[in-house]
């Protein structure tokens, strides 16, 4: 089975500071990579999908990018409403399932 | 509107058993796979199980496989999780996910999510 790690796991940042989040496979991943938002006390919100595809109706601060093993999610310039948890998550086709990071939280500097 | 709604939680003895539903509305429930994602307590996000669109094809996690039962029922919109033999660590807020349409363009992820149901396994 595929692990994911994600770092940092937490990360302080200001508004409008470009965010970095790096998601990594245990092993190189021929499938795409999906990043999700979440909020307390919400449930998970989709932000992008195939490595680098934005999900409908969701900010162009946000792109993804990666290959193999390591994968980012990027916020441009951080606004208020992005300080949230986020996952990323993969597809393992064998056995199949879906695998998820630990997360990483963006709060306030 | 799209939109899960997820029913069914509640607090429950170890190993007891639990079924929670999820109804679907906004869209052609029967074209979709739908899977079950569950977050413990202050954790992260942990998949549980998948379903094909006609629910003939199903995935569990090694953590719940033999004890956790997917199904649905496109005639009602509806999927289910048939929670057996409930342990401590299966608590969680479980949320059902709207996974890749049949006909369209896979994305392998979840793009609609309902609000969740809390199950809480406790003596």
């Known amino acids: 089975d595929i692990q994911l790690t994600q770092s940092p796991s937490s990360l302080s940042a200001s508004v409008g500071d470009r965010v970095t989040i790096t998601c990594r496979a245990s092993?190189?991943?021929?499938?795409?990579l999906a990043w999700y938002q979440q909020k307390p006390g919400k449930a998970p919100k989709l932000l992008i999908y195939?490595?680098?595809t934005l999900q409908s109706g969701v900010p162009s601060r946000f792109s993804g990018s990666g290959s193999g093993t390591d994968f980012t999610l990027t916020i441009s310039s951080l606004q208020p409403e992005d300080f949230a948890t986020y996952y990323c998550?993969?597809?393992?086709?064998?056995?199949?399932?879906?695998?998820f990071g630990p997360g990483t939280k963006v709060d306030l500097k | 509107e799209v939109q899960l709604v997820e029913s069914g939680g509640g607090l429950v003895r170890p190993g007891e058993s639990l079924r929670l539903s999820c109804a679907a509305s906004?869209?052609?429930?029967?074209?979709?796979?739908m899977t079950w994602v569950r977050q413990a307590p202050g954790k992260g996000l942990d998949w549980v199980s998948t379903?094909?669109?006609?629910?003939?094809?199903?995935y569990y996690a090694d953590s719940v496989k033999g004890r956790f039962i997917i199904s649905r029922d496109n005639s009602k919109n509806t999927l289910y999780l048939e929670l057996n033999t409930l342990r401590a660590e299966d608590t969680a807020i479980y949320y059902c996910?709207?996974?890749?349409?049949?006909?369209?363009?896979?994305?392998?992820?979840?793009?609609?999510w309902g609000q969740g149901t809390m199950v809480t396994v406790s003596s």
């Open positions: 996910a709207r996974g890749d349409d049949y006909y369209g363009s896979p994305k392998d992820a979840f793009d609609i």
């Open positions: 906004g869209f052609t429930f029967r074209t979709f796979a």
């Open positions: 379903t094909n669109d006609d629910g003939y094809t199903t």
């Open positions: 092993q190189g991943v021929t499938s795409y």
């Open positions: 195939k490595t680098s």
């Open positions: 998550q993969l597809l393992d086709t064998y056995p199949l399932g879906f695998t």
